[in-house]
């Protein structure tokens, strides 16, 4: 077993497990509008990005202490009014790292805010000062000890930091599927307390969804399955919760709509991937089902 250096993590440098390979530029790929071209992308990245397995490696660091990580940068990206693509990325980063690394317990929490300095560095036109995050952990960490860790996550990951995430998808397909552009607006509704922006069924649905996809980062169930399985099982989950009828598409720049069912099977067409399908949204049921308080309230709007 790896052991641990004062700091918490392993002395010793490993490449990345992920390896680098490119997309190759078909005519069809060429022929794409800009948005399908980097769904295209970002899907054929994803099983790269996938940190499944992360916690194997980790004797301090256990499914349960993840998912209170998690759910803390969730608040803390709240109270910062970051995107949900930045939290989404920080679980991804954080993730990959584990896979590399034995953390110990004390240590965690520096890890998930310093992943969380990455994302925001990739993601935000301004990210949080050091001093700020660092006060969210109650001063327990040095400017020095975050400042180490980040560049000790960038040489592991290799700079790779362009992952595939669920708020990419949610995006993706619903534009595709509402001809709905969102330009952020999934956050705004979030911390919105005019609840009259959340009465469109468009904008009701994202929410629902996005809200399904992000108590799934904090489960670490949900790992094994990779975004677009997640958000796609999310959406579908949360039209059903709202019992409404299909949202009839509308045109819009990207071209022409598609209904959601259609990108299920066109996206996971085999028998086999039909199955993980289905798993993955009756695993997402029981996580609703097991926090209603977080959906419930606006269910019933």
């Not at 959340?198 to 969804?209: F, R, T």
């Amino acid at each position: 077993m790896s052991t641990l250096s004062d700091s918490g993590f392993e002395e010793d440098l490993h490449t990345s497990p992920v390896k680098v390979s490119s997309v190759r530029l078909t005519p069809d790929l060429q022929e794409c509008d800009y948005e399908e071209s980097c769904f295209i992308i970002q899907r054929h990245n994803e099983q790269q990005f996938l940190a499944q397995n992360c916690l194997a490696r980790q004797p301090q660091i256990t499914a349960e202490a993840r998912s209170k990580l998690v759910s803390w940068l969730i608040a803390v990206r709240r109270q910062l009014k970051l995107s949900f693509e930045s939290c989404c990325l920080a679980v991804n980063i954080m993730d990959r790292f584990l896979i590399t690394t034995s953390v110990a317990a004390d240590c965690f929490q520096l890890l998930g805010v310093t992943s969380l300095l990455i994302a925001t560095k990739q993601v935000e036109v301004y990210s949080p000062r050091i001093t700020q995050l660092l006060s969210l952990c109650c001063n327990s960490f040095s400017r020095e000890q975050l400042c180490n860790l980040e560049c000790l996550i960038l040489l592991r990951l290799n700079f790779r930091l362009a992952a595939p995430t669920h708020a990419f998808f949610l995006d993706y397909f619903t534009i595709r599927t509402t001809g709905y552009q969102t330009d952020g607006a999934i956050d705004k509704m979030v911390t919105t307390q005019d609840r009259n922006a959340w009465k469109e069924p468009e904008k009701k649905w994202k929410w629902l969804a996005c809200k399904v996809c992000e108590l799934s980062l904090a489960d670490y169930t949900f790992n094994k399955y990779m975004p677009s399985v997640i958000v796609l099982c999310a959406m579908k989950l949360a039209k059903d919760l709202l019992k409404t009828q299909s949202v009839q598409p509308t045109d819009n720049k990207a071209g022409s709509s598609q209904t959601l069912e259609s990108y299920c099977f066109e996206e996971y067409p085999t028998f086999e991937a039909q199955v993980l399908f289905q798993q993955c949204t009756e695993d997402l049921k029981l996580l609703v089902s097991l926090n209603q308080d977080a959906v419930q309230d606006f269910i019933s709007l």
